[in-house]
């Protein structure tokens, strides 16, 4: 004999008959998958504006972006808004992947020396790793920043650098192995710089020069003079402050006794 299928009748009184418990479970789990849909169709988008306005700026096309996400132009305006909301936060979002690289340097764990050598190396991998960092500066900056002005997000975008930077150097002239009168920003501004210029005219230059400046060899070659030149300039005339004059001479007396 063949099963009756059950009528829409019985299948609403089965649901009558759940628990006032399940029933809210049951809605908070399709709710949290509706949740869960749409930050993975945020995140994709997000993802792909990146690349697109990266080597684009704002020529980009939210059409363009849509299909290379799998999504579709109406997500995109329902999440972001714009084009141009779309582009401030894919801009907002390369920055973040900076900040996020530079919070997981363990700075504390590290002598000063060593500590900065590792905050030079990072922003370099950094630049090796996401071009489309040093792509969206490069379209930013032709805008004048006016779109980062805007951003509701700016403590976060500066990142912690400055910060741990600002940190390190104390330490290391209490210390006595870094020189005074260092400012951290424009400290901060001069690890930037010394990598970034490589990486945002590599072209010219390997025109220029007749060079690979992306070639491994190459990479590791400046990577090592980007840090022999910083902590250089922070090891000379760097003298000892009277914390650090007292405890040497507290090991020089007990060496002696």
């Known amino acids: 004999m063949t099963a009756r299928p059950k009528s829409a009748t019985h299948s609403m009184q089965d649901f009558s008959q759940i628990s006032p418990e399940a029933r ?5 789990e399709s709710l949290a998958g509706r949740r869960r849909d749409g930050a993975q169709t945020r995140a994709k988008l997000l993802e792909t504006a990146m690349q697109e306005f990266a080597e684009k700026g704002l020529d980009a096309r939210i059409e363009d972006i849509s299909d ?3 999504t579709n132009r109406r997500m995109a305006y329902y999440y972001f808004g714009s084009k141009e909301g779309l582009y401030l936060a894919a801009l907002e979002a390369t920055y973040l992947e900076l900040a996020e690289a530079e919070q997981a340097i363990e700075v504390d764990a590290m002598g000063p020396m060593e ?3 590792a ?7 950094h630049f090796m790793a996401y071009p489309r960092y040093v792509e969206f500066l490069k379209i930013e900056n032709i805008y004048r920043g006016r779109h980062l002005k805007t951003s509701q997000r700016m403590d976060e975008l500066r990142g912690p650098l400055r910060n741990v930077v600002e940190k390190v150097l104390k330490r290391g002239q209490q210390m006595g192995v870094m ?3 260092v400012d951290p920003l424009e400290l901060y501004i001069a690890i930037c710089a010394l990598g ?6 590599q072209y010219t230059l390997g025109a220029m020069f007749q060079v690979n400046l992306m070639a491994p060899d ?17 090891a000379s005339d760097a003298r000892p402050t009277r914390k650090a004059a007292a405890r040497a001479g507290d090991k020089r007396d007990a060496r002696q006794t």
């Open 119 to 125: 905050l030079v190396s990072a922003k370099f991998e």
């Open 179 to 181: 020189r005074e009168n």
């Open 218 to 234: 190459a990479l590791q070659r400046r990577r090592q003079m980007m840090i022999e030149m910083v902590t250089a300039y922070l």
């Open 24 to 28: 809210e479970r049951i809605a908070n």
């Open 196 to 201: 970034f210029f490589a990486f945002s005219n």
């Open 68 to 70: 290379a996400s799998g």
């Open 115 to 117: 500590a900065i050598a």
